[in-house]
T-cell receptor, first 114, second 114 residues
Framework: NAGVTQTPKFQVLKTGQSMTLQCAQD?????MYWYRQDPGMGLRLIYY???????DKGEVPNGYNVSRLNKREFSLRLESAAPSQTSVYFC?????????????FGPGTRLTVL | AQSVTQPDIHITVSEGASLELRCNYS??????LFWYVQSPGQGLQLLLK??????LVQGIKGFEAEFKRSQSSFNLRKPSVHWSDAAEYFC????????????FGGGTRLMVKP
């Protein structure tokens, strides 16, 4: 049981390049989330998926797209990277028990855009 | 909109001393409340959570938190800090909105002096 896994761990891009961050969970959770973490700002939600086949914008969706490939996988795509997207990205999934359950986080992807 | 404030960006305590990290939230009703810890270069780990009932909740690693509705606070405490507690701590609110999104505070970085 690996929990939430993310690839890659580190990435350096040049402005204008594109890339996809991968996330997978093996806990059979319905809900999955993408956050970015910037110093002093905590984590801010980019996109989330409440169930397979659905995605919704969070607080800071501009410049990003997501795909919920299946129940396990939720990817985040940067079509044209900008220096403002330099950040640490975390994927999370949530247990579904009818209440606001715990979110489980992956180890993060540290992205630098030059 | 819900919000979370962690007034202390950095806190330094001596090993063996007591600790209190402050968290204030803004929400129209009683939210679900969480404390997460992040060690350097790692993802987030749940310390404890409050949904309802007893306002004093116990968590892992000897931490506890008290929900005070009148003060809109959910402060984290530990009676005796260990050097391994040095990390960043995040308070989060789930207002059981669509997708059960978490809103995070900006974080408090804890340093422990030997």
């Amino acid at each position: 049981n690996a929990g939430v896994t993310q690839t890659p761990k580190f990435q350096v891009l040049k402005t204008g390049q594109s890339m996809t961050l991968q996330c997978a969970q093996d806990m059979n959770h319905n809900s999955m989330y993408w956050y970015r973490q910037d110093p002093g700002m905590g984590l801010r939600l980019i996109y989330y998926s409440a169930s397979e086949g659905t995605t919704d914008k969070g607080e800071v969706p501009n410049g990003y797209n997501v795909s919920r490939l299946n129940k396990r996988e939720f990817s985040l795509r940067l079509e044209s990277a900008a220096p403002s997207q330099t950040s640490v990205y975390f994927c999370a999934s949530k247990e579904d028990n009818g209440l606001a359950g715990e979110q489980f986080f992956g180890p993060g992807t540290r992205l630098t855009v030059l | 909109a819900q919000s979370v404030t962690q007034p202390d960006i950095h806190i330094t305590v001596s090993e063996g001393a007591s600790l209190e990290l402050r968290c204030n939230y803004s929400y129209g009703a009683t939210p679900y409340l969480f404390w997460y810890v992040q060690s350097p270069g790692q993802g987030l780990q749940l310390l404890l959570k409050y949904f309802s009932g007893d306002t004093l909740v116990q968590g892992i690693k000897g931490f506890e938190a008290e929900f005070k509705r009148s003060q809109s606070s959910f402060n984290l405490r530990k009676p005796s800090v260990h050097w391994s507690d040095a990390a960043e701590y995040f308070c989060a609110v789930d207002g059981y909105n669509a997708g059960n999104m978490l809103t995070f505070g900006g974080g408090t970085r804890l340093m422990v002096k030997p």
